[in-house]
């Protein structure tokens, strides 16, 4: 299948505040292979069938928490005379705290799946070219570098990759800072979208537990009344979908504020776990102030908010980017790129290529 963009490499446009930067100096030669550009989602609509789950979960605890909960709590069946002034509060303000929170979760969730996470700059000096050698310090903007000393490039893109970038097999397109690919979003996890998808955990989480904690209130309510058996099954179904949701989704988000605080993502993570080191270092670290405003922006009034993504384009990351050692990856083995001791004559080294 052909495929589908927007003029741009991208079926999602380009992110906003996304600008491809400083690129290398020394661009190689354009090849006969053309690089690949991102194809249109439309293309697998069948994929889209874990987001409609989602959004019938959503919807689902929605419905039941306003219906079977918060209209008891609002007790519109009865005359205001008659109606309890405390009950009537506490209905009135979970109501309104319930309504913020799904708003948020909505809006983030919709940035999330429909954010451009970050691809590789169109431009000549990121397209791959077989023939020509060009050495990764020419670049000048990575320090992920293959065995041989050279920069790394992705034969499926036909592009050279920046730090951090992964391709994804599913999205079929190298995503810059790639974390995961998430399917309940039918995208990836990258650069730009990575606050969003951590918005989503944290306001889902904030759902899941005002639902659990405030409805179990009617559910055993409801034994004692006199209430008819669908709306007790949907008060006992939503309080235990919530409190499952809840203790997964709970799990999942504390595992992501861990990396976010350790400056890795999951790709990452999952290396160490290969190589089965320690998980107290990171060549990004730059202190936990740093690392988390580069996931939830630069401004941290902003942080929960799903406005204002970080800066940067993906490609470079801190201050301190020259200074990092580089890395040396090599089918799946990433290591530091040390250079030879000075005593030690003839002892190899990465960038000369007997490593």
């Known amino acids: 299948m052909a495929p589908q963009g927007n003029g741009n490499g991208s079926a999602f446009g380009t992110p906003s505040g996304y600008t491809s930067g400083p690129t290398p100096t020394s661009s190689p030669a354009q090849n006969s292979k053309a690089p690949r550009i991102r194809e249109s989602r439309m293309s697998e609509p069948h994929k889209f069938i874990p987001m409609f789950f989602v959004i019938g ?13 918060i209209l008891r709590l609002l007790q519109f069946d009865r005359e205001p005379k008659l109606r309890e002034a405390t009950e009537l509060d506490r209905g009135w303000t979970e109501a309104m705290i319930f309504q913020v929170i799904t708003a948020l979760l909505v809006v983030s969730y919709v940035r999330c799946a429909l954010t451009n996470p970050g691809e590789i700059p169109n431009d000549p000096s990121w397209i791959y070219n077989e023939d020509v050698m ?3 310090q020419d670049a000048g903007k990575v320090t992920e570098l293959k065995r041989t000393g050279l920069r790394r490039h992705c034969k499926w893109c036909g592009r050279y990759k920046p730090d951090r970038c992964h391709h994804c097999r599913v999205c079929r397109i ?20 990575h606050k969003y998808f951590f918005l989503v955990l944290f306001y889902s989480l904030l759902d899941c537990l005002l639902i ?6 009617s559910v055993m309510a409801s034994t004692r009344e006199d209430t008819s058996f669908l709306e007790m099954f949907f008060l006992l179904f939503g ?8 203790l997964l989704i709970g799990v999942f988000w504390m595992f992501h504020v861990w990396l976010m605080v350790k400056a890795m993502t999951t790709i ?16 990004y670290d730059a202190g936990v102030y740093t690392n988390v405003t580069s996931v939830l922006g630069p401004r941290w009034w902003l942080w929960l908010l799903p ?9 470079t990351f801190g201050p301190k980017h020259t200074e990092r050692m580089p890395l040396i990856r090599d089918k799946g083995e990433v290591r530091f790129n040390r250079p030879p001791r000075a005593d030690l004559p003839g002892v190899p080294s990465a960038v000369d290529g007997r490593l």
């Open 57 to 69: 979960i959503i919807l689902s605890l929605y419905l039941i928490f306003t219906c079977c909960h």
């Open 134 to 136: 060009q050495p990764a």
């Open 174 to 193: 190298c995503i810059l800072k790639m974390d995961h690919h998430c399917p309940w979003i039918y995208n990836c996890v990258g650069y730009f979208n």
């Open 212 to 217: 659990a904690l405030c409805m179990m209130e």
């Open 239 to 246: 309080c235990t979908l919530a409190s499952f949701m809840g």
């Open 268 to 283: 990452e993570f999952c290396e160490k776990a290969m190589k089965r080191t320690g998980y107290n270092s990171s060549q």
């Open 307 to 315: 406005l204002d993504p970080p800066n940067g384009d993906g490609i």
